[in-house]
């Protein structure tokens, strides 16, 4: 068989016996609750999350930074906790982890915001696992009841989801904008109401995931009789689930891009919305500058998405996304100077469209990489994902208050030369095997 074909060939396939012609019910409904669920929900955390260095200093980095270890270290176990609850139970629980840091920030200080981070870690990794368990399982629930390819459905349904979601920074930080007020000699108004307006928006959110349905033959439980010993065959065979990927030198290649996602999301939570946006435009222009953000970011995943179709895509995508995201890293290094006037404006803005249109880059086509490279250990892959991108946005935040701009931004200049390269050695790697095999 042809490697290439492979290559490009859908990533689950469904057996003759499946397709039994009959009609059933469909699953459309739970994506719609579901995507909405998570866009209320994230559209408040996100938003609250781009101004937490702002607005609590010190505070709200070093709680990020816990946030991030927390979610790090919580992913490796994850799965299991999703497996006895079931899905749709760990994406009710994991929305309460949003909730309380989100009210955490009514009253912010060491003994709120601590507790609030290192549980919404937790909760970060058990809704993240039981998203992608649910929306796969529905898929092929709906693909076997409707006779369709599973690869066509799990395809439509994460693009979905995926588009819904990429919007939470655009709604989010339009109200910022449109309820915080810059103050004198450098304070903020309206952050009690912003605050409490996006938890009221989270309870709806956490109300309509009460609405999907369960998964069929999943009671959040495991089968009678094999509880104990599932449960402890599992947790003996973590560490080889973790570890068996890197042994992989396909795997050890990503890592870098792997990080380097993270790291360039952190930077933009972390350091340009402090250092950049705020200096510029004022704390109420973070709202402002993170729409525009948000904005490219849904445009590009949704765009990115249409043209990936193998390798070779990808490779000039991810190549296309990193040069735009290293343009803007000289700019900052070399010739970025805070001005007035519409320039001083207008800047920060362009910089947020690009940092963009790299996230929404790196979002959609690391994804469709792990899918199409380890077909055969999806979940390790995606495990590997979550456990190299927490840990290298943990990093930025603890960093953030002891470095300065400047070293954070040669920093990122390294990190996406580096990842960069190192994919391209992948690339090379894998079409060298395609030209043999030929």
């Known amino acids: ?149 599973e690869g066509s459905i799990i395809g439509v349904f994460n693009g979905e989801f995926w588009a819904i979601f990429a919007c939470h920074q655009l709604f989010g930080n339009l109200i910022t904008l449109t309820l915080l007020k810059d103050g004198k000699e450098g304070s903020t108004s309206g952050t009690t109401l912003l605050l409490l307006v996006f938890l009221l928006i989270m309870t709806f959110g956490t109300i309509l995931m009460f609405f999907i349905r369960k998964i069929e033959g999943e009671d959040g439980k495991e089968p009678v009789g094999g509880s104990s010993m599932g449960l402890v065959d599992s947790l003996v ?97 070399l010739g970025y100077r805070t001005t007035s006037g519409v320039l001083g404006t207008g800047y920060p803005l362009i910089m947020a469209a690009v940092l963009g249109i790299g996230d929404g880059i790196l979002n959609t086509q690391i994804s469709a990489l792990l899918a199409l490279l380890f077909k055969h250990d999806t979940e390790g892959a995606f495990a590997q994902l979550k456990v190299w991108q927490s840990a290298s946005i943990a990093i930025v935040f603890f960093l953030s208050p002891y470095i300065s701009l400047q070293a954070m931004v040669i920093v990122m200049l390294v990190m996406v030369c580096v990842s960069l390269l190192s994919f391209l050695v992948l690339a090379l790697k894998v079409e060298s095997v395609f030209t043999r095999e030929e």
């Not at 909405?36 to 929900?41: G, P, T, V």
């Not at 068996?244 to 930077?267: E, H």
């Not at 990193?322 to 900052?332: C, G, H, P």
Request: include cysteine; charged fraction near 15%.
């Open 1 to 149: 068989m042809d490697s290439r074909n492979d290559e490009e060939a859908p990533l689950v396939l469904v057996s003759c016996e499946d397709r039994k012609g009959r009609p059933g019910k469909s699953y459309t409904r739970d994506v719609h609750i579901l995507s909405i669920s998570f866009l209320l929900i994230f559209l408040a955390f996100g938003a609250a999350q781009n101004l937490e260095t702002t607005i609590n200093k010190e505070l709200g980095t070093i709680s990020l930074g816990i946030l991030y270890v927390s979610f790090m270290f919580c992913s490796m176990v994850a799965s299991l906790v999703v497996r006895l609850l079931g899905s749709k139970n760990a994406l009710i629980l994991g929305t309460s982890g949003y909730w309380l840091f989100v009210a955490a920030n009514l009253k912010p200080s060491w003994i709120t915001m601590v507790p609030a981070s290192l549980y919404l870690g937790f909760a970060a990794s058990i809704i993240w696992v039981g998203q992608g368990t649910y929306l796969t399982s529905i898929a092929r629930s709906h693909a076997k009841d409707r006779d369709v390819h």
């Open 237 to 333: 065979s973590l560490p080889r689930l973790i570890i068996t990927p890197l042994l992989d030198v396909r795997m050890l290649l990503i890592v870098p891009l792997l990080a380097y996602s993270g790291l360039q999301q952190a930077f933009v939570w972390a350091e340009f919305t402090k250092e950049i946006v705020t200096p510029a435009i004022g704390v109420s222009g973070v709202g402002g500058a993170m729409a525009v953000y948000g904005a490219l970011d849904a445009i590009c995943s949704i765009t990115a998405g249409r043209f990936t179709s193998g390798l070779s895509s990808i490779t000039f995508i991810v190549s296309g996304g990193a040069v735009a995201q290293a343009s803007i890293f000289l700019w900052l290094l």
